[in-house]
């Protein structure tokens, strides 16, 4: 059974750091791209960042210098390291396992930065 599992989530002041995490099971994970996408109240989800199999990482603009992408292929888990937190990075975050025969979504996880 595929399963995506994001966790790390939670409230935060603005300034403040979270690291979010995505286990992955019951896919191959070595081989996939896997990426952080959100989605804020009445805005479409939108690419945070995202790592090949090969550890390229591609980062939206108004999240680079901030946020750090990377993955553990012993662990089948992708993190999110964000740093510098501001309100609008307020959102549902959610974890995205693709390859080129396959997109896989996790149930995402709630990020809140207060002001």
């Known amino acids: 059974q595929v399963q995506l599992v994001e966790s790390g989530g939670g409230l935060v002041q603005a300034g403040g750091s979270l690291r979010l995490s995505c286990a992955a099971s019951?896919?191959?994970?070595?081989?996939?791209?896997m990426g952080w996408y959100r989605q804020a109240p009445g805005k479409q989800r939108s690419l945070v960042a995202r790592?090949?199999?090969?550890?390229?990482?591609d980062y939206a603009d108004s999240v680079k210098g901030r946020f750090t992408i990377s993955r553990d292929n012993t662990k089948n888990t992708v993190y999110l390291q964000m740093n510098s937190l501001k309100p609008e990075d307020t959102a549902v975050y959610y974890c995205?396992?693709?390859?080129?025969?396959?997109?896989?979504w996790g149930q995402g996880t709630q990020v809140t930065v207060s002001s």
């Open positions: 995205n396992h693709w390859t080129s025969v396959s997109s896989t």
């Open positions: 019951g896919i191959i994970f070595s081989g996939a791209t």
């Open positions: 790592i090949t199999s090969s550890s390229r990482t």
